[in-house]
């Protein structure tokens, strides 16, 4: 017997586990000596217990016949095997080795296995194939290389088999998890009343683990398909004659998404490389991410002028543009202006709650982590698709309106103004996504009107208010001092509950002068010398602090008004007795008597004073001083407040000539004992309301009483006073404060008078 014959002839024992001791450490020592004999070895032992445990479970031929297959093809010309294989198929073992555990069932059938006999004819075929692979030319390798116009394909590279393994876990995950989709959905619908939130929320975390698993299964599938790409493409035999180039390869680069084209503050570049502090002007290309953590706010850009605008605490990820635009919103807002799309490539934002699915439109996207809250979508212009992730259902969002995909929250499409019509009695509401910064001048542009600081100071730096009740928004207009010289104009329009900068800075201000070069007034301190005029529709603007002054000399004298139909300033000059214009005087407009009531607070000319708006006239009534002080107008008693400084004082515009009068109140001295705070009327409770921080104090004309309003959520106190930035909004029956350029936009309202 020849030594190869005497090796498999051992092998074949030893797979039957009949070796005595001196035959074993014969094998043993050939397995030792011979790497590629002990690999032989090892594979036909792996399949060898495959067979008996199929010899053992007649119930389950398939499994064995697909395990016999593989294995089959894997040992072609393995006559060793195919020899043990047929001596185990004809004579199949009463028991299972003593190293292995037992796993045969109870109360197995013995005696004939009906698929014996294909497996023994399969057995056969096998010793052929054996037989013409033992005749095939060794040297067949070497045969295909000098055939002419053969190539060899590389093998897979290791980063393709990691690929597939990858895929197919991530295929496992999505299949177990939609599997636990389906039966969140059949609980769901079994729910009990007050079972059916905690099933909702269970159904909706599900829901997004799967899409997550989904977007990372596409990922997988996608660097699989390139890993076989670059496996099966064909390498080119190099010319002998020529010397491979010493130039480095350019890598291969993705399409480029979008631009980054401003950042403010601290925003985050996210890609597959790592993170970067972005400093704008970078280019975006598939899978990369955005992050604004902070304060900041960023922009970007597409090739075809759709812009997407992200606020603070932002995270925007895994950007596309296959199929149209896609990207997943994380959190945060979002404001994007997106240009007409081709119908079957929309633009789409992806959410944790839902899918937004936009053709061309003027929109904004808030999405909140708490499924109760969700993803609020709202439109301006054109209309939007919004689909919940929980469930099949959508809803097509006009302009005007929004809608909600959360937890609880019915899927339609309302007024976005409804937001805070439909507040709770004696409730505070934050608007999310209403930071007035995000609509402010890029201050590389306007180097110029930067003071102390930039846009936070249209706020902050003693400014005010009035509420445009035709335009339903309220006007905000700021600065002055050396803090900052921008005089531009921004209104919150309620309607659609977004700020818009109504005008841009003069480039180059006149600081110290009354007007600016262009004609346009020059940024000030505005106090409470702000009121809307509402026949014809105008802003009001009177006194203040005037940017680059040092003192209070010329310090916004001119009235100003800016019509609204054209966005333009005008110098009225008046006739008549003219107020000095003194800060902070107060003012307000009483839309019976077509007149601005002004507080004069300038020592040397103190008064109440009228300006007639149809006869562009002003009129002094009384020499009386105020100072720091906030006035009213109780449009149904035709009373003109004027509250601060501890006292409450009134006139009656009804009267030919008003005079002062002093009302002894109860309940609110805490309140009236400040100064700077923001005070209008509600006619919808018939009550004098006053806000400076923490709770709201409301004055019954009536009864004289105060009442102390503490409802959770108050913003707090400011700095440098509220002002004009508290107002009464008919249109929803509440009222609005504006704290800071990089805070959201508050209402409150009132509860219900008893």
Same mark, same amino acid.
């Given at each position: 017997?020849?030594?190869?014959?005497?090796?498999?002839?051992?092998?074949?024992?030893a797979?039957g586990?009949?070796?005595d001791a001196?035959?074993?450490?014969?094998?043993?020592?050939?397995?030792?000596?011979?790497?590629s004999l002990?690999?032989?070895?090892?594979?036909?032992?792996?399949?060898?217990?495959?067979?008996?445990?199929a010899?053992?479970?007649?119930?389950?031929?398939d499994?064995?016949?697909?395990?016999?297959?593989?294995?089959?093809?894997?040992?072609?010309?393995?006559?060793?095997?195919?020899?043990?294989?047929?001596?185990?198929?004809k004579?199949?073992?009463?028991?299972?080795p003593s190293?292995?555990?037992?796993?045969?069932?109870?109360?197995?059938?013995?005696?004939?296995?009906?698929?014996?006999?294909?497996?023994?004819?399969?057995?056969?075929?096998?010793v052929?194939?054996?037989?013409?692979?033992?005749?095939?030319?060794?040297?067949?390798?070497?045969?295909?290389?000098?055939?002419?116009g053969?190539? #060899? +394909? $590389? @093998?897979?590279?290791?980063?393709? =088999? !990691?690929? *597939?393994?990858?895929?197919?876990?991530?295929?496992?995950?999505? %299949?177990?998890?939609?599997?636990?989709?389906?039966?969140?959905a059949?609980a769901?619908k079994?729910?009990?009343?007050?079972?059916?939130?905690?099933?909702?929320?269970?159904?909706?975390?599900i829901?997004?683990?799967?899409k997550?698993?989904?977007?990372?299964?596409?990922?997988?599938?996608?660097?699989?398909?390139?890993?076989?790409?670059?496996?099966?493409?064909?390498?080119?035999e190099?010319?002998?004659?020529?010397?491979?180039?010493?130039?480095? #390869? +350019? $890598? @291969?680069?993705?399409?480029?998404? =979008? !631009?980054? *084209?401003?950042?403010?503050?601290?925003?985050?570049?996210?890609? %597959?490389?790592?993170?970067?502090?972005?400093?704008?002007?970078?280019?975006?290309?598939?899978?990369?991410?955005?992050?604004?953590?902070?304060?900041?706010?960023a922009?970007?850009?597409y090739?075809?002028?759709?812009?997407?605008?992200?606020?603070?605490?932002?995270?925007?990820?895994?950007?596309?543009?296959?199929?149209?635009?896609?990207?997943?919103?994380?959190?945060?807002?979002?404001?994007?202006?997106?240009?007409?799309?081709?119908?079957?490539?929309?633009?789409?934002?992806?959410?944790?709650?839902?899918?937004?699915?936009?053709?061309?439109?003027?929109?904004r996207?808030?999405?909140?982590?708490?499924?109760?809250?969700?993803?609020?979508?709202?439109?301006d212009?054109?209309?939007?698709?919004?689909?919940?992730?929980?469930d099949?259902?959508?809803v097509?969002?006009?302009?005007?309106?929004?809608?909600?995909?959360?937890?609880?929250?019915?899927l339609?499409?309302?007024?976005?103004?409804?937001?805070?019509?439909?507040?709770?009695?004696?409730?505070?509401?934050?608007?999310?996504g209403?930071?007035?910064?995000?609509?402010?001048?890029?201050?590389?542009?306007y180097?110029?009107?930067r003071?102390?600081?930039?846009?936070?100071?249209?706020?902050?730096?003693?400014?005010g208010?009035?509420?445009d009740?035709?335009?339903?928004?309220?006007?905000?207009?700021?600065?002055?001092?050396?803090?900052?010289?921008g005089?531009?104009?921004?209104?919150?329009?309620?309607?659609?509950?977004?700020?818009?900068?109504?005008?841009?800075?003069?480039?180059?201000?006149?600081?110290?002068?009354?007007?600016?070069?262009?004609?346009?007034?020059?940024s000030?301190?505005?106090y409470?010398?702000?009121?809307?005029?509402?026949?014809?529709?105008?802003?009001?603007?009177?006194?203040?602090?005037?940017a680059?002054?040092?003192t209070?000399?010329?310090?916004g004298?001119?009235?100003?008004?800016?019509?609204?139909?054209e966005?333009?300033?005008?110098?009225?000059?008046?006739?008549?007795?003219?107020?000095?214009?003194?800060?902070?005087?107060?003012?307000?407009?009483?839309?019976?008597?077509?007149?601005v009531?002004w507080?004069?607070?300038?020592?040397?000319?103190p008064?109440?004073?009228?300006?007639?708006?149809?006869?562009?006239?002003?009129?002094?009534?009384?020499?009386?001083?105020?100072?720091?002080?906030?006035?009213?107008?109780?449009?149904r008693?035709?009373l003109?407040?004027?509250?601060?400084?501890?006292?409450?004082?009134?006139?009656?515009?009804?009267?030919?000539?008003?005079?002062?009068?002093?009302?002894?109140t109860?309940?609110?001295?805490?309140?009236?004992?400040?100064?700077?705070f923001?005070?209008?009327?509600?006619p919808?409770?018939?009550?004098?309301?006053?806000?400076?921080?923490?709770?709201?104090?409301?004055?019954?004309p009536?009864?004289?009483a105060?009442t102390?309003?503490?409802?959770?959520?108050?913003?707090?106190?400011t700095?440098?006073?509220?002002?004009?930035?508290?107002?009464?909004v008919?249109?929803?029956?509440?009222f609005?404060?504006?704290t800071?350029?990089?805070?959201n936009?508050?209402?409150?309202?009132?509860?219900?008078?008893?």
């Amino acid at each position: 017997m020849s030594d190869r014959s005497r090796l498999e002839y051992l092998l074949g024992k030893a797979l039957g586990a009949e070796l005595d001791a001196g035959e074993e450490a014969e094998l043993l020592r050939a397995l030792e000596s011979d790497a590629s004999l002990a690999a032989e070895f090892a594979r036909d032992a792996r399949f060898h217990g495959l067979l008996s445990l199929a010899l053992g479970e007649e119930q389950n031929p398939d499994r064995f016949e697909r395990s016999l297959a593989a294995r089959l093809k894997a040992s072609q010309g393995d006559t060793a095997f195919l020899r043990s294989l047929e001596a185990k198929i004809k004579d199949p073992p009463r028991s299972r080795p003593s190293f292995r555990p037992s796993t045969r069932r109870k109360g197995r059938a013995g005696g004939w296995r009906p698929w014996l006999p294909p497996l023994i004819a399969c057995a056969g075929v096998l010793v052929g194939i054996a037989l013409v692979f033992s005749l095939r030319p060794a040297n067949r390798s070497s045969e295909d290389a000098a055939r002419p116009g053969s190539s #060899k +394909r $590389p @093998e897979s590279p290791p980063e393709r =088999a !990691k690929a *597939e393994e990858e895929r197919a876990q991530a295929e496992e995950r999505v %299949s177990r998890l939609q599997e636990q989709e389906k039966r969140a959905a059949e609980a769901l619908k079994a729910a009990t009343d007050d079972l059916k939130r905690k099933a909702e929320e269970a159904f909706l975390d599900i829901a997004r683990k799967r899409k997550e698993e989904e977007e990372r299964l596409a990922k997988l599938r996608q660097a699989e398909e390139e890993a076989r790409r670059v496996a099966t493409k064909p390498v080119p035999e190099p010319a002998v004659e020529e010397k491979p180039s010493l130039a480095p #390869k +350019r $890598p @291969e680069t993705q399409a480029v998404v =979008a !631009k980054l *084209e401003h950042v403010a503050g601290e925003v985050v570049l996210a890609s %597959s490389s790592g993170r970067a502090v972005a400093k704008g002007g970078e280019e975006l290309r598939a899978g990369h991410g955005v992050e604004v953590p902070g304060g900041g706010k960023a922009r970007l850009k597409y090739p075809d002028g759709t812009w997407v605008e992200l606020g603070p605490g932002t995270e925007l990820k895994d950007l596309r543009s296959e199929g149209g635009k896609r990207s997943h919103l994380v959190k945060g807002h979002v404001r994007a202006v997106v240009t007409r799309q081709a119908k079957d490539q929309p633009m789409v934002f992806a959410t944790p709650h839902g899918d937004a699915t936009v053709l061309g439109t003027t929109l904004r996207i808030v999405v909140d982590p708490d499924p109760r809250k969700g993803t609020r979508l709202d439109v301006d212009e054109g209309k939007v698709r919004l689909t919940r992730s929980i469930d099949p259902k959508f809803v097509e969002v006009p302009n005007g309106h929004y809608a909600v995909a959360a937890t609880g929250i019915e899927l339609i499409a309302r007024r976005i103004s409804s937001i805070v019509s439909g507040m709770a009695p004696n409730s505070w509401m934050t608007v999310s996504g209403t930071h007035l910064r995000e609509v402010a001048p890029d201050a590389s542009k306007y180097p110029q009107v930067r003071g102390i600081a930039n846009t936070e100071f249209v706020i902050d730096s003693w400014s005010g208010g009035a509420f445009d009740p035709r335009g339903n928004q309220l006007i905000l207009w700021g600065g002055g001092v050396t803090n900052y010289h921008g005089n531009e104009l921004y209104a919150f329009k309620v309607d659609s509950l977004k700020w818009e900068r109504l005008t841009d800075p003069t480039p180059n201000p006149a600081d110290g002068r009354q007007v600016n070069g262009d004609g346009t007034p020059n940024s000030r301190a505005t106090y409470n010398g702000l009121a809307c005029i509402t026949n014809p529709d105008r802003l009001f603007a009177l006194g203040g602090y005037m940017a680059g002054t040092t003192t209070n000399v010329e310090a916004g004298n001119s009235l100003w008004t800016f019509d609204f139909a054209e966005k333009r300033w005008k110098e009225p000059n008046p006739t008549g007795s003219r107020p000095p214009a003194g800060f902070p005087s107060a003012c307000s407009y009483d839309p019976l008597t077509r007149r601005v009531w002004w507080c004069e607070a300038t020592p040397s000319a103190p008064g109440l004073y009228s300006y007639d708006c149809d006869k562009n006239l002003w009129v002094r009534h009384t020499s009386d001083l105020f100072n720091l002080q906030t006035s009213a107008v109780d449009t149904r008693r035709g009373l003109l407040f004027i509250v601060g400084n501890g006292e409450v004082v009134a006139y009656s515009l009804r009267e030919k000539n008003p005079t002062r009068k002093v009302w002894t109140t109860v309940g609110g001295d805490a309140f009236i004992g400040q100064n700077q705070f923001g005070l209008d009327y509600d006619p919808a409770s018939d009550r004098i309301v006053g806000w400076h921080g923490g709770p709201v104090y409301s004055l019954n004309p009536e009864t004289r009483a105060w009442t102390v309003h503490a409802a959770p959520g108050a913003p707090a106190k400011t700095p440098n006073g509220i002002f004009g930035r508290w107002r009464y909004v008919p249109s929803v029956k509440a009222f609005i404060a504006v704290t800071s350029v990089d805070e959201n936009v508050h209402f409150f309202k009132l509860p219900t008078p008893r």
